[in-house]
């Protein structure tokens, strides 16, 4: 093929001459359109089948992986509690969240120790809310204080609820009351 200006040798797919840039006379093909095949009564390609599979094991899966997250948050302040105890034993062990963050402080006080992260300190984190309660100082006898995790949103962002206090124990109440996780809940495996 010999382009119509200069006579230039063209390419077969091309749409101008390399040599001239005059416009050719070949058209460049359409793009093939491609025509679905109709799905016949009752068959699918099992795209729907995998996303309603998927949004399920997700739903199912979700507040699993924010329990996880939640136990590791406990064990955080469990062990945030303790370092603060040794810390400042005239304190005691606190009995706010706040007191044990301070992420940009530049150096730790009894205010604000930089134990855990302000997230956490704000008292909700992966779909639980996090609350330390009942504490006693170390002048009305030995220091203690609890620690309550529970989900935001029951059967959505958790199911259980985690607790512990001053034995570092962590203990789970399936029904997500944190009450009952204090009264009488299963120490965690």
Do not use: W
Not at 4 to 16: H, I, P, R
Not at 61 to 80: T, Y
Not at 134 to 163: D, I, L, M, W
């Amino acid at each position: 093929m010999f382009c119509a200006k200069c006579g230039a040798t063209l390419q077969e797919s091309s749409q101008f001459c390399d040599r001239c840039g005059a416009p050719t006379a070949v058209q460049p093909k359409p793009a093939s359109a491609q025509v679905a095949s109709p799905i016949e009564a009752g068959k699918t390609s099992g795209k729907a089948l995998g996303s309603l599979i998927t949004g399920i094991f997700g739903l199912l899966l979700f507040p699993l992986a924010n329990e996880a997250s939640a136990v590791h948050s406990v064990r955080q302040i469990v062990s945030a509690e303790a370092t603060y105890y040794l810390a400042y034993p005239n304190a005691g062990y606190t009995c706010t969240l706040s007191s044990l963050a301070g992420g940009e402080r530049p150096s730790p006080s009894a205010a604000k120790t930089r134990l855990i992260d302000d997230r956490l300190a704000m008292g909700e984190k992966y779909g639980y809310r996090f609350v330390v309660q009942n504490c006693v100082h170390p002048e009305t006898g030995e220091g203690k204080y609890q620690v309550v995790a529970y989900p935001v949103s029951r059967n959505q962002t958790g199911v259980r609820a985690f607790c512990s206090d001053e034995t570092g124990v962590i203990k789970f109440d399936t029904s997500g009351s944190p009450d009952d996780c204090l009264a009488n809940g299963e120490r965690l495996p």
